[in-house]
């Protein structure tokens, strides 16, 4: 599985931001996504998951709320709609297939779970 994040950019807080994440391979869908993001000298931290069918969702509690993440597996494409961001949001943003599918929470948000990983996208928030 090959993986691409897009839809990064500059935006004020409050505003809203929607990244995508691309997927090729056939098994896509079968696949549990999460997105990641990560600040310059700081551990990559779990923002959100989606099970393959959709069905499931697990949310950080920093951004419970705010974000909401999405698949549709005809498109090989998960969504995440980033909604009132703050500048804490600032960040480059990583979207990741997980073979083993869905898991408990302790799994879903360790970036060690994960076996593909797309290239990053920026999102900076100004305040």
């Known amino acids: 599985v090959q993986l691409q994040a897009s839809g990064g950019g500059l935006v004020q807080a409050g505003a809203s931001l929607r990244l995508s994440c691309a997927a090729s391979?056939?098994?896509?869908?079968?696949?549990?996504i999460g997105w990641f993001r990560q600040t310059p000298g700081k551990d990559r931290e779990f923002v959100a998951a989606?099970?393959?069918?959709?069905?499931?969702?697990y949310y950080a509690d920093s951004v419970k709320g705010r974000f909401t993440i999405s698949r549709d597996n005809a498109k090989n494409t998960v969504v995440l709609q980033m909604n009132s961001l703050k500048p804490e949001d600032t960040a480059v943003y990583y979207c990741?297939?997980?073979?083993?599918?869905?898991?408990?929470?302790?799994?879903?948000?360790?970036?060690?779970?994960?076996?593909?990983w797309g290239q990053g996208t920026q999102v900076t928030v100004s305040s």
């Open positions: 989606i099970s393959w069918t959709g069905y499931s969702t």
């Open positions: 990741a297939a997980k073979l083993s599918g869905w898991d408990s929470k302790d799994i879903l948000d360790n970036d060690r779970e994960y076996d593909f």
């Open positions: 391979g056939r098994t896509f869908s079968r696949h549990t």
